[in-house]
Nanobody
């Protein structure tokens, strides 16, 4: 069982930056690939980024590539999402998720555990 808690969301102006954190409980965090997804009202979860259990492999949605960076600290059981050059269309609830294998990548249904999410609002 893995429990996930996100933090770091908030209100920021377009062009600004935020860093989201996702703290995980349990001693098996380092064996899970970790992903970030986002969701706006009435829409399905949109894949943002994923990082392998070791941290050596990452994969990004085209919409955030070059602006967002996913990283993890297995010693702290935490995964991060650094978001730069934010745009109003990045406004969403951001959730982290854990998958048993990196092959889960952008497939929402392949993730086993989810956090509650944190709101990110980008004003124009």
């Amino acid at each position: 069982q893995v429990q996930l808690v996100e933090s770091g969301g908030g209100l920021v102006q377009a062009g600004g930056s935020l860093r989201l954190s996702c703290a995980a409980s349990g001693r098996t965090f380092s064996s899970y690939a970790m992903g970030w997804f986002r969701q706006t009202p009435g829409k399905e979860h949109e894949f943002v980024a994923v990082i392998s259990a070791s941290g050596f492999r990452t994969y990004y949605a085209d919409s955030v590539k070059g602006r967002f960076t996913i990283s993890r600290d297995n010693a702290k059981n935490t995964v991060y999402l650094q978001m730069n050059s934010l745009k109003p269309e990045d406004t969403a609830v951001y959730s982290c998720a854990a998958a048993r294998d990196y092959s889960a990548r952008h497939y929402y249904t392949e993730y086993n555990y989810w956090g509650q999410g944190t709101q990110v609002t980008v004003s124009s």
